[in-house]
């Protein structure tokens, strides 16, 4: 399977940009058809889609909530998917996870462990 470790998070003020970055580690990545996303969840909240990017094509998704706002991107040989985000608010506090699937596949298969992001006031 795909490990994926996420890196970036932290405390910022409202306004303020982060930049999220996942690391990917499996032989698998570079040989199938891909999609890349972001997903976060708040303190209980369901998980939500946040992003996502065609490993292939570079075609790209956005949650409402986010589009404007945040960008994703990838880097196919260094294989990292990166999640910039700009103008925070408080309601974008939560663990951010990033998770990768198979084209064929309708679910995401293999999941980081979410770095947390906090937006205060």
């Known amino acids: 399977q795909v490990q994926l470790t996420e890196s970036g998070g932290g405390m910022v003020q409202a306004g303020d940009s982060l930049t999220l970055s996942c690391n990917a580690s499996?032989?698998?990545?570079?040989?199938?058809?891909?999609?890349l996303a972001w997903f976060r969840q708040a303190p209980g909240q369901d998980r939500e889609f946040v992003a996502s990017?065609?490993?292939?094509?570079?075609?790209?998704s956005y949650a409402d909530s986010v589009t404007g706002r945040f960008t994703i991107s990838k880097d196919n040989t260094k294989k990292t998917v990166s999640l910039r985000m700009y103008s925070l608010r408080p309601e974008d506090t939560a663990v951010y996870y990033c998770?990768?699937?198979?084209?064929?596949?309708?679910?995401?298969?293999?999941w980081g462990r979410g770095t947390q992001v906090t937006v205060t006031s």
């Open positions: 998770a990768t699937k198979r084209f064929c596949r309708s679910a995401y298969e293999s």
């Open positions: 499996s032989r698998a990545f570079g040989d199938t058809t891909m999609s």
């Open positions: 990017i065609s490993k292939n094509t570079g075609a790209t």
